[in-house]
């Protein structure tokens, strides 16, 4: 384990690094100027929750951050980074079960998907763990933000958070997915969902799904 920055990573990490040096901001500003518009109040899901950029935004605005992350050495950054929240080890979907996940690229921990090879992982399904008061989700899961949003529908139902996603085409695809898929699946369940621009320099797109 090393530290970039303010956060622990793993040793064989170079993309976390390469995003640092590059100027991404980990201090989490640009995510805070999604939080700044949401208010203080609730418990939150952070879907996806790599070492901890979320989260630990999350923890300074929520009463209690619930952090699904499956990858176990993602968990052991995590649990030093942001050692309020409380980690689901599992990865979310619509059925449990078992899976694997490898990386999109070498050396990019943050960027697993779930796989036929790899690293072996529990999937559990959200709605089974009747979270109370969930007033906002984070989504980032490369690909399965559908089948995962699927197993939440209960708890999207009860509570009506704001969720915040990321969605690609070339992701959503291998699962038989689409970014279209999500939209019709939120404004059914009466969400507006905007694009935000804010993660635009960085090729990274977050939707906001609002109730």
């Given amino acids: 384990?090393?530290?970039?920055?303010?956060?622990?990573?793993?040793?064989?990490?170079?993309?976390?690094?390469?995003?640092?040096?590059?100027?991404?901001?980990?201090?989490?500003?640009?995510?805070?100027?999604?939080?700044?518009?949401?208010?203080?109040?609730?418990?939150?899901?952070?879907?996806?929750?790599?070492?901890?950029?979320?989260?630990?935004?999350?923890?300074?605005k929520f009463d209690n951050v619930y952090a699904w992350e499956p990858v176990e050495s993602n968990c052991e950054c995590l649990r030093k980074n942001v050692p309020d929240?409380?980690?689901?080890?599992?990865?979310?979907?619509?059925?449990q079960g078992h899976g694997f996940v490898e990386p999109d690229i070498e050396g990019n921990y943050g960027g697993h998907f779930l796989s036929d090879k790899g690293?072996?992982?529990?999937?559990?399904?959200?709605?089974?763990?009747?979270?109370?008061?969930?007033?906002?989700?984070?989504?980032?899961?490369?690909?399965?933000?559908?089948?995962?949003?699927?197993?939440?529908?209960?708890t999207i139902e009860s509570n009506r958070p704001i969720v915040v996603y990321q969605a690609y085409e070339h992701q959503l695809e291998k699962f038989g997915h689409s970014v279209d898929d999500i939209e019709r699946f939120l404004t059914d369940l009466g969400y507006t969902i905007e694009n935000t621009q804010l993660f635009k320099e960085w090729e990274i797109t977050y939707f906001i799904a609002k109730p």
Wanted: hydrophobic letters at 40%; aromatic letters at 14%; a negative charge.
């Fill in 1 to 60: 384990m090393k530290k970039i920055g303010d956060f622990y990573v793993q040793d064989e990490d170079t993309f976390f690094e390469f995003q640092y040096d590059r100027g991404f901001p980990m201090d989490g500003s640009l995510h805070r100027n999604i939080l700044n518009k949401i208010s203080d109040e609730g418990n939150a899901l952070d879907i996806g929750a790599h070492v901890g950029i979320w989260s630990r935004q999350l923890t300074e």
């Fill in 85 to 95: 929240v409380t980690i689901f080890p599992f990865a979310a979907a619509s059925k």
């Fill in 119 to 154: 690293e072996k992982v529990v999937i559990k399904v959200v709605d089974d763990f009747d979270f109370r008061n969930i007033t906002f989700i984070q989504m980032h899961i490369k690909g399965s933000e559908f089948d995962a949003l699927l197993g939440c529908k209960k």
